[in-house]
């Protein structure tokens, strides 16, 4: 059992960079592996990066390799999101997220859901 609350979407400009925030409470964070999700007006649900429970290990969709990184301190029960060099295509509502699995990167893996925190990237 886990709650999620995302924060730190905002407005910026390409080639610019945001920091996303997901904190967690139900005193079971660690034991989950968590992911970050986005989802534009008219397109289904984006799998973007995920993180084991250790931290140890990360997986990233193509399109934001090398760009976007995924971390998380389990002391502080929060996984962050730094995003770089954004591109217009980023624009998305973002969403944290928690699997039982050792390793998830469909929607499906996922049993705890954050609200989500818009990001929108101008030209």
């Known amino acids: 059992q886990v709650q999620l609350v995302e924060s730190g979407g905002g407005l910026v400009q390409a080639g610019g960079s945001l920091r996303l925030s997901c904190a967690a409470s139900?005193?079971?964070?660690?034991?989950?592996?968590m992911g970050w999700f986005r989802q534009a007006p008219g397109k289904e649900r984006e799998f973007v990066a995920t993180?084991?429970?250790?931290?140890?290990?990360?997986a990233y969709v193509d399109s934001v390799k090398g760009r976007f990184t995924i971390s998380r301190d389990n002391a502080k029960n929060t996984v962050y999101l730094q995003m770089n060099s954004l591109k217009p295509q980023d624009t998305a509502v973002y969403y944290c997220?928690?699997?039982?699995?050792?390793?998830?990167?469909?929607?499906?893996?996922?049993?705890?859901w954050g609200q989500g925190t818009q990001v929108t990237v101008s030209s």
């Open positions: 997220a928690a699997s039982g699995a050792l390793y998830a990167s469909r929607w499906y893996d996922y049993n705890y």
């Open positions: 139900g005193r079971t964070f660690s034991i989950y592996t």
């Open positions: 993180i084991s429970r250790t931290g140890d290990s990360t």
